[in-house]
Every structure is written in structure tokens, then in C-alpha cells.
């Protein structure tokens, strides 16, 4: 079992930056793919950001590409989401995900374990 919590979320005026925290539990996490989701009012969860076990490969959605900066340190059984230039439509509780298997994906059903979510409200 692994257990995901997220920190860094907050409210954040257009333009500026936040850093996205999701500390995991275990000590699997090395062979665990990551990924970010977020979910706006009103909306379904999307997928945002992935990594795979060892960092090096990394996927992205394209509203956030160049924006946003998914990483790990698997010393600290940490995955960070960097959030640049933030824009109001970037607004969504965001989700980190754990997948068992070193290899990453941008499908939803794929993961096995969640987060609880942490708010992201950036203002115009």
C-alpha cells in the first residue's frame, strides 16, 4: 500500500509561480511512475504531467507545456510539480498519482494509488 500527500497548493495571481509537493510512502516508490492530474470545478480530471521511475522521461499536456516541470528525488520519496506562469483556467485541485510500474502513463485508469488533492486558485 502507498500513500500520497500533496502540499504546495495555494492562491497565486496570474503570471506567478507555485511548487507542488507529493511525498509517498514505501519503499517501492523507486519502481513507481508518477503523475500529475488536475481536476477544475465543474470538469473532469485531466491528466497534466508523468514521469517515469527514473526521471528521465517525462510527458506533459499540452496546455502546460513549457509552463509546468514535473521531478523527482527518489532519495526523499518526493515528486514535485513546478507551476510557471500561471493563467486563471490553471485553476483545479490537483492530484498526485502513483502507477506500479516503472513506466509512465497518461491514462487515468492506469494508476493505482492517489492523493487527496491540493487546491491551486490563481487570480486574474
Known amino acids: 500500500q502507498v500513500q500520497l500527500v500533496e502540499s504546495g497548493g495555494g492562491l497565486v495571481q496570474a503570471g506567478g509561480s507555485l511548487r507542488l509537493s507529493c511525498a509517498a510512502s514505501g519503499r517501492a516508490f523507486v519502481s513507481y511512475a508518477m503523475g500529475w492530474f488536475r481536476q477544475a470545478p465543474g470538469k473532469e480530471r485531466d491528466f497534466v504531467a508523468s514521469?517515469?521511475?527514473?526521471?528521465?522521461?517525462?510527458d506533459y499536456a499540452d496546455s502546460v507545456k513549457g509552463r509546468f516541470t514535473i521531478s523527482r528525488d527518489n532519495a526523499k520519496n518526493t515528486v514535485y510539480l513546478q507551476l510557471n506562469s500561471l493563467k486563471p483556467e490553471d485553476t483545479a485541485v490537483y492530484y498526485c498519482a502513483a502507477i506500479q510500474r516503472p513506466e509512465m502513463s497518461v491514462r487515468q485508469y492506469e494508476y493505482d494509488y492517489w492523493g487527496q488533492g491540493t487546491q491551486v486558485t490563481v487570480s486574474s
Open positions: 514521469i517515469n521511475w527514473s526521471g528521465l522521461n517525462k
